[in-house]
């Protein structure tokens, strides 16, 4: 019992159980979302209203460019004002960015998808753009959370914006078609946005005046800079997957698809709250080698039954959804065997996160996002949204393959016990 006490008490596992809870409770919360979403909806509406959500956070995912790492990089140890310019700063770019890139997103998307013509009204381009910019804001204020060790807020968080989520096809006319999924999106991020600004303020005025100096803006832009490339192969192909479904299969074939991927992403989601955890820890001084091999185990003890009962109880989760949509479930068995890559990847990412400028830190997630979104097309054309499958599941595996001989031999090397410090010159090198 004293030893599953000191196991709680640990910042990592109880940072690591509240990230993980989050990712459990959200992807329930969003299962039920989506039951509903798919009873009340037309399978047609359902499909162009996920490949809106899908842009629009995809436009966030570019915009952010990597100040949410910098600030989990940055942060822990500040004082209260080096803190609060440090999250200024972050919050006003990623929202300029991320309204920029919405703009984009929505010219390009509205001109290369002939189902998202809706969005070409003011008023529903307007509604896209802010959706953008408020998960971008969301991702902020989580930033902030992991960088304290507080998993538990972004637990609330994601609770407020997925339980109103929730409720909110309830209350929105079926009748607004397309929009109907992104008007209850954005229902219950506003909700979420109001909750995260509430304890932000507060926590800040109690944040201790005196602590370590900033490091050099110019020294935390690099650092996001090159952590960008890995925050767009977290995402990117996810949210660029509906999309190209949608453009060659259509807006029912995209339900299908878009369904089988969500179930997916509650193991996937899960596995980055893992490394989001241990990353916080690698960051802090001590040795590297013990907080990987807790991040192995807590990704063991997650993700291993998530894995199985996906693949194992893959189709009758689909069949929730109704008839339709239960026929992806073999798509679903193909994403759940892919959970053991991801995670290995994640974890090794994790890592080269937290160390000295990596240029793998680079390579890898671009090389691996790159040849997902070059197969992509080709396989969906041959082999319909099964060929989506296949195509993660073979780059996820190479890229797990390399993760898994790498850090083999990094807590083989006795440098594994250095300082796990990145950056030269920073303060929280040891």
């Known amino acids: 019992m004293a030893s599953l006490r000191e196991h709680l008490r640990d910042p990592l596992y109880a940072n690591g159980y509240a990230l993980v809870a989050n990712a459990g409770a959200s992807a329930l919360l969003g299962f039920l979302f989506w039951i509903v979403a798919a009873r009340r909806f037309a399978p047609e509406s359902l499909g162009v209203g996920a490949a809106v959500v899908s842009a629009a956070t995809l436009a966030a995912l570019v915009g952010k460019a990597g100040f949410d790492a910098a600030i989990i990089r940055y942060g822990p140890g500040l004082g209260r004002r080096e803190l609060e310019r440090l999250l200024a700063r972050a919050a006003a770019a ?74 909110a096809p309830f209350v929105v006319a079926a009748s607004l078609g397309d929009e109907a999924v992104p008007v209850a999106w954005g229902l219950g991020l506003a909700a979420s946005l109001a909750f995260a600004f509430a304890v932000t303020l507060p926590r800040l005025a109690r944040h201790p005046a005196q602590g370590l100096p900033a490091a050099p803006a110019r020294e935390m832009l690099g650092y996001a800079a090159r952590n960008y490339a890995l925050n767009l192969s977290e995402f990117l192909p996810g949210l660029v997957f509906p999309i190209l479904v949608l453009g060659a299969m259509g807006p029912a074939e995209n339900a299908r698809f878009y369904l089988a991927w969500t179930v997916a992403t509650v193991a996937f989601l899960a596995s980055k709250a893992i490394t989001q955890s241990s990353f916080a ?16 185990l807590l990704s063991l003890i997650v993700l291993g039954p998530m894995m199985v009962g996906l693949f194992a109880l893959g189709g009758t989760l689909l069949g929730v959804f109704g008839d339709h949509y239960a026929q992806g479930a073999e798509l ?95 303060p929280h090198e040891g």
């Open 94 to 167: 990623t929202l300029l960015l991320t309204g920029l890139v919405a703009l984009v997103v929505l010219a390009l998307a509205v001109e290369g998808v002939e189902t998202l013509d809706a969005l070409r009204a003011p008023v529903a381009a307007l509604g896209f753009v802010l959706l953008a910019v408020g998960t971008g804001a969301a991702w902020v204020f989580d930033a902030y959370f992991v960088s304290e060790q507080a998993g538990v807020l972004v637990f609330a968080r994601n609770l407020a914006f997925n339980g109103l989520k929730l409720a």
């Open 332 to 426: 679903l068995r193909i994403l759940a065997i892919s959970i053991a890559p991801v995670a290995i990847s994640n974890v090794y990412l994790s890592y080269l996160k937290a160390r000295r400028p990596a240029l793998e830190l680079t390579l890898l997630p671009a090389i691996t996002m790159a040849a997902l979104l070059a197969l992509t097309p080709f396989a969906l054309v041959r082999l319909g949204i099964l060929g989506v499958g296949f195509v993660w599941l073979g780059v996820q595996s190479l890229a797990g393959l390399y993760s898994a001989v790498r850090l083999v031999a990094i807590l083989r090397r006795s440098s594994v016990d250095e300082p796990r410090t990145a950056l030269r010159g920073h």
């Open 281 to 296: 820890a690698l960051v802090r001084p001590g040795p590297a080698g013990p907080a990987l091999r807790k991040a192995f």
